[in-house]
């Protein structure tokens, strides 16, 4: 419905818009989302599972109310405008355009004294304060209107005498103008998308790439709400406090006829007000604090002195709203079909259509985490990383400032205080003068001791992770309950990272917003700074039409001697033990390992350091490669090639133990040979392809070249570009996080044993074998082999063997889901490239564009020239890729050596083996089963020889 205000008003004649064939009205100006608000659509889109979705968070966090629009696939319904005559539908496309697009123009880079990441009221404060001082202030914002979730300014759609409104649109719309009349940039539809570094924040604002370098980088950006994850959440209907707030406030829009709003705090008693007021049927209010009474009379007293106006118009809010006003009710249930129907808090029930959830708020820190700023775990509500700051709002990076809400949540006053008090420090780091601080100080001290107060009259029961029920969503965009990680917790992969790689919670478009926090308290009742999922970028999922650059490329990978980068979970001191053959690394190499040496009969110990699989083995691709890649032959190739082409017999002898692994598992590995596709887009190609085509043949690998039509048959996603390819049929791939651990479950069945957190701190001879001191133990072996991948050479020095094997940071990159486009492995034959689609229909792009390294982090990280120049050549041969968007980019350690496995025992050092290579997913299973078949003293099925540790001496 459309809600009334005496004093509002649309702003022109309704237009008309179609959703899924339906007409719906709507008002220019307002958002897709209001729109269907106002019709009572709430339902917009289905989940993987092909549950109903609709609108959550009214912010753009959420992403679940994403709709194709006029043939664009994933807009945000509640950041995208209508137009007159919008074709909007809930599914998605069911094939994407392949006609060639544009290129991306090179980002445009903008240099200022002070970038403003947020425009709520910290960010306006901040920027009006410095642009008034004389700095050069540009302030970026994604919301279509600059004033934040506290202003929520009046849309376009309306308008309204600002004399007439209340106290918030009135001191929200002199904020933004005077920000403007202080010389401030503001650039809404702003969406920053990687901190690559304080000089090198990238963002897209309004569909176009742009860069900026301040000096000085003031993060406000703000908070979400969070909501209880209880069974039925996930439904239409279902949405938090300050969305609906939003549609109320601002699009003068509430959905529903039966409205209940529950959570905790003042938000609650706001928006259930403003919506009575327009004609809304709200029809209960649940708050989940206990009803103040006499025993808070204390708290009143101090709310009162610190701000007696706000606790007076809360005090005429929770009056006004009086039998509606449920205390001490929490909600525990939702149900419903279609949409929500019913709300259940204990023994209370009621029905509803419409269901508003705000327990707590989470501060918006991604970009802080991201650039390294120091952070702490806060468990209040479902829990937050707060960004760690002075008295004058710096970071533990002294470029880095954040402010309000997005650092700790305290409320808009005390954002504004904090946003003059670093706007200060700022101006003094620029030297510039003006800024005078020391009324926001005694702002800033009266707004804690009221939220201090306020939060006491709200005290509510904190969450008990343990009493979240087993049906209940924890990661909405991947639909993983608090049930399957139970049950994975409890089979002992208790860490958030290895939850990710084992149900891909926290993989979706949400970036694990909503998971993260509860995932991390589901496996520990200490949440540390470094225990959520690492930060990568995007932030927020990006376009990747808007990052097509053409980048120069081979340059040779920039190779790292790696630093320790495990965290591991586990450290108490365990007893000495004895072993036949002990493993040294737990990524996919130890765990092929682990699996033949058990096959084989042999006791085997794997150690690693961190968790199994976390390293180049998790962030793996997952494309199984037969044909060498374009670097491995030719004029780019390392040691001229040779050693490449010497490992070709490996391909397919590993292609097909992986598939007897698949079968021996019992498992899903997701593994498909498809055949793999090197397309050639120049003469000159060609003839590479034709010459290592010979080279691949004499080694029994099978592949050909074919020409235009052939390779459109094959596969005709490809675009015009390529005049022909190399065909490859036994290419395929495989998903590295399945993959890797069901190898080791399959292994410990078989009787090998694996033991994390284990660093290798001294290895020496003995006279049976070798002794092994680790961070957690002694450890007696008869032999070991060295699966340490690009550590290998760390865990050798130990013997004093030097092993020629360094580490390359390597980036991949994937999308959201797609409808199916291409079906093989994608490669090309003058450019970095592999791509894929997976099962879930996300495409992978990689193929070894370089990353770099964080050592503070102890991360590697994507490098934004890598990305847009991977992404520029994965979309001139892929034109449906223009079209989606990004979802994730991260880097791993990869392995180089000198294009051909280490293996073997190492002269002089018998029982001490390498096993190590840089195809090594590909290659894992038969570089494994040949150390194996050696170790069991038998003669090895391939040979070896060209890959023994001598050819480097």
Avoid at 68 to 73: F, I, K, L
Avoid at 117 to 124: D, E, N, T, W
Avoid at 624 to 653: E, Y
Avoid at 707 to 733: F, H, M, T, Y
Wanted: charged share 20%; with cysteine.
């Amino acid at each position: 419905m459309r809600l009334k205000h005496p004093d509002m008003r649309p702003t022109g004649a309704p237009i008309r818009l179609s959703f899924d064939g339906r007409e719906i009205a709507a008002f220019q100006g307002e958002t897709i989302a209001a729109a269907l608000a106002a019709s009572d659509v709430v339902a917009v889109r289905e989940a993987r599972s092909g549950a109903p979705r609709g609108p959550f968070c009214g912010m753009g966090v959420c992403f679940d109310c994403l709709v194709t629009v006029d043939g664009r696939p994933s807009q945000r319904a509640c950041l995208t405008k209508v137009e007159p005559g919008m074709k909007v539908c809930s599914s998605p496309l069911a094939d994407l355009p392949t006609e060639t697009r544009t290129e991306a123009a090179a980002a445009e880079e903008v240099t200022c004294d002070v970038l403003v990441v947020g425009a709520g009221p910290a960010g306006l404060v901040a920027a009006r304060a410095l642009a008034v001082a004389g700095a050069s202030v540009v302030v970026l914002d994604e919301r279509l209107h600059p004033g934040g979730q506290y202003f929520k300014p009046l849309a376009p759609s309306h308008e309204a005498d600002l004399a007439t409104l209340d106290r918030q649109f009135r001191d929200g719309a002199v904020l933004r103008q005077s920000t403007l009349a202080a010389g401030a940039r503001i650039l809404n539809d702003a969406t920053v998308w990687a901190a690559f570094s304080v000089q090198e924040i990238a963002a897209v604002v309004a569909g176009q790439a742009m860069l900026f370098r301040p000096k000085r980088l003031v993060l406000a950006t703000g908070a979400y709400e969070q909501s209880l994850p209880v069974p039925g959440w996930t439904l239409p209907g279902v949405m938090t406090v300050g969305g609906l707030q939003t549609l109320a406030r601002s699009y003068r829009v509430a959905p529903g006829q039966r409205i209940v709003i529950a959570g905790n705090g003042p938000l609650c008693l706001q928006t259930a007000a403003e919506l009575i007021d327009g004609g809304a049927n709200v029809v209960a209010v649940l708050e989940a604090a206990r009803r103040p009474g006499l025993a808070q009379w204390r708290a009143v007293a101090r709310a009162a002195a610190a701000d007696p106006f706000l606790i007076a118009q809360g005090a005429r809010l929770a009056g006004r709203l009086g039998n509606l006003l449920h205390w001490e009710a929490r909600v525990t249930r939702l149900l419903g079909e279609d949409r929500v129907r019913r709300v259940e808090a204990g023994a209370f029930a009621i029905d509803a259509d419409i269901v508003a959830l705000g327990y707590g708020f989470a501060s918006s820190s991604e970009i802080a985490r991201s650039l390294g700023c120091a952070h702490r775990f806060v468990a209040r509500g479902t829990g937050s990383m707060e960004t760690l700051t002075d008295g004058e709002g710096r970071s533990s990076l002294r470029e880095v400032f954040a402010i309000g809400d997005g650092a700790r949540f305290g409320g808009a006053q005390a954002a504004m205080a904090q946003a003059t008090i670093a706007a200060a420090s700022i101006a003094r780091d620029l030297g510039l003068e003006g800024i005078r601080s020391d009324e926001a100080r005694r702002t800033l001290s009266r707004s804690r001791r009221f939220q201090a107060a306020l939060w006491q009259l709200f005290d509510a029961p904190p969450l008990d992770p343990a009493t979240i029920e087993d049906a209940a969503i924890i990661c909405r965009c991947e639909e993983v309950t608090a049930g399957d990680l139970r049950t994975l917790i409890a089979a002992g992969h208790d860490s958030p990272a290895v939850l990710k790689r084992k149900c891909r919670v926290g993989m979706g478009r949400c970036q694990g917003r909503y998971c993260a926090s509860l995932v991390a308290r589901l496996t520990t009742s200490e949440v540390g700074e470094f225990d959520l999922f690492a930060p990568r970028p995007p932030v927020k999922p990006v376009p990747i039409r808007a990052l097509t650059v053409e980048q120069g490329e081979w340059g040779g990978h920039k190779e790292f001697v790696p630093p320790d980068m495990s965290r591991p979970r586990e450290s108490e001191p365990l007893a000495p033990e004895t072993v036949d053959t002990l493993v040294i690394g737990g990524g996919v190499v130890g765990s092929c390992l682990a699996y033949w040496l058990a096959r084989e009969g042999i006791e085997t110990l794997v150690v690693e350091r961190d968790e199994v699989n976390l390293q180049a083995s998790g962030a793996n691709a997952g494309s199984l490669h037969v044909q060498l890649l374009s670097f491995d032959f030719g004029a780019k190739a390392q040691a001229g090639g040779g050693p490449a082409a010497a490992t070709l017999p490996l391909g397919p002898a590993s292609v097909a133990l992986w598939r007897e692994i698949a079968t021996d598992t019992g498992q899903d590995l997701e593994m498909k040979v498809m055949g793999g596709l090197m397309l050639a887009e120049t003469a000159r190609d060609v003839e590479f392809l034709k010459a290592k085509i010979a080279i691949e043949r004499q080694h029994g690998v099978e592949a050909e070249l074919i020409g235009a039509n052939e390779l459109r048959r094959l596969e005709p996603g490809v675009s015009d570009v390529a005049i022909a390819a190399e065909w490859c049929p036994g290419e395929g791939k495989i998903n590295p996080l399945l993959a890797t651990y069901a190898v080791a479950e399959r292994a410990r069945a078989l009787g090998a044993r694996f033991r994390r957190g284990s660093d290798v701190q001294s290895i020496e001879r003995t006279g049976r074998g070798y002794r092994v001191v680790t961070s957690r133990g002694e450890i007696a072996c008869r032999r070991i082999v060295n699966a340490a991948g690009a550590w290998t050479p760390q865990v050798a020095a130990h013997l004093g063997v030097t092993v020629p094997v360094k580490g390359a940071p390597l980036q991949m990159i994937v999308t959201e889901p797609a409808p199916p486009t291409i079906e093989k492995l994608i490669a090309h034959a003058d450019r970095h490239l592999t791509l894929k689609q997976m099962a879930s229909g996300a495409f992978l792009i990689g193929g070894g564009w370089t990353a770099g390294l964080d050592e503070g982090q102890r991360l590697s990280r994507a490098l934004r020239s890598s990305v847009e120049g991977n992404l520029w050549i994965a979309s001139r041969v892929i034109p449906a890729l223009a079209d989606l968007h990004v979802v994730r980019i991260w880097a791993g350690m990869n392995v180089n050596v000198d294009g051909a496995p280490i293996l073997g025992e190492v002269p002089g050092l018998p029982g001490f083996y390498n096993c190590v290579g840089s195809n090594g997913y590909t290659l894992a299973p038969v570089l494994a089963r040949l150390t194996a078949e050696m170790l069991a003293g038998r003669s090895t099925s391939l040979s070896v020889a060209p890959y023994s540790i001598q050819r480097f001496h």
